[in-house]
């Protein structure tokens, strides 16, 4: 068996999967190992570290999109804890351009997170859940942030955008399962006429100004309206096609129950406050992207060399 490194993330087998998910360097690969070994649905992917070098990386492209049957893959990266300015990755590109795109980041001592493509404009639905605790006693709560069609997980995560779904459960027992009930649930709805303009107008404005030119897109500017005609010439509709959320709320169970098996696997590490963004990719499949501890997300931008020194004593997310 393979060790994580370089390996193909379906390959690893439980031993490997744990030894990765305990390696803080690098932590959005570290998490997608550790949601792999609890049953979490995960994109294949591999990890290329900056030690690895340009020849491995082109080895481990060519490996993962011979595996897909694919010409191109999506690309992200891990720089372990993040300053608040860091590559937005999430695009996916043809090997062509990948190559040269991933080599820098390497280069700029970043590892490299090479996955299944996907499609950012075509998702069914976008959401993160929380789980919020009290480390001493196990208690907290349990919510649920969504985006229906036409949005992606980075809307919610840094890009400002009012979720149209909100659930809320409280009181929740991260160390003791219990079921849920309807009368558990509190849900907040936006849907209005005006928050719905205002919602696709600002993913609009984030296409046009970050997302479409960081994924090699020439634009003639940064209007929303750019944005749309490029999105219509494409058959990209979902920012303006119905959605009931209803239907997220009626599987609510399935996601409480992912969280908390995740809840109760970490139950001894301290943690206050742990994020898992998700996306449904259509076609009936649903993955979750990574972990992220919100107290160690960004740091202060300390060094490469002293993260290494220090984060393999700890387990960070993302």
């Given at each position: ?52 070098g340009?020849r ?9 999109s ?10 992200r990266?891990?720089?372990g ?7 937005r ?38 959401a ?13 709560s ?33 160390w003791?399962?219990?079921?849920l ?10 849907m ?32 929303p ?19 009931d ?74």
């Amino acid at each position: 068996m393979p060790s994580a490194a370089l390996a193909l993330l379906y390959e690893l087998d439980e031993h490997t999967l744990a030894r990765a998910a305990e390696d803080g360097r690098y932590p959005k690969w570290s998490t997608m190992c550790r949601l792999r070994l609890l049953g979490h649905p995960v994109l294949n992917a591999c990890c290329v570290e900056p030690a690895h070098g340009t020849r491995a990386l082109r080895g481990a492209a060519r490996r993962l999109s011979a595996e897909l049957g694919t010409d191109r893959l999506l690309l992200r990266s891990d720089g372990g804890i993040e300053t608040t300015q860091y590559y937005r990755g999430g695009n996916t590109f043809l090997l062509s351009m990948l190559e040269a795109r991933a080599a820098a980041l390497l280069c700029a001592g970043r590892a490299v997170v090479l996955t299944e493509p996907t499609n950012r404009f075509t998702n069914r639905l976008s959401a993160v859940l929380r789980i919020d605790r009290d480390h001493h006693h196990g208690r907290g709560s349990f919510n649920l942030e969504a985006l229906g069609p036409g949005y992606d997980v980075s809307d919610l995560n840094r890009g400002g955008i009012q979720p149209q779904l909100t659930i809320a459960v409280h009181d929740v027992d991260w160390w003791h399962y219990r079921d849920l009930w309807w009368s558990d649930l509190q849900v907040t709805i936006r849907m209005g006429a005006n928050d719905q303009d205002h919602r696709r107008r600002q993913r609009l404005l984030r296409l046009a100004a970050d997302v479409l030119p960081e994924a090699g897109e020439t634009l003639p500017d940064k209007e929303p309206a750019t944005a749309e005609v490029w999105l219509r010439a494409r058959g990209y509709l979902g920012l303006w096609q119905p959605w009931d959320p209803m239907v997220v709320v009626r599987g609510i169970r399935r996601w409480y129950d992912d969280a908390f098996i995740l809840a109760n696997a970490l139950r001894a590490r301290d943690w206050r406050c742990l994020s898992l963004p998700l996306s449904n990719l259509g076609r009936g499949r649903t993955i979750y992207w990574d972990i992220v501890d919100g107290q160690r997300k960004h740091g202060l931008g300390t060094p490469q060399h002293q993260l290494a020194d220090r984060q393999h004593t700890r387990m960070v997310e993302r």
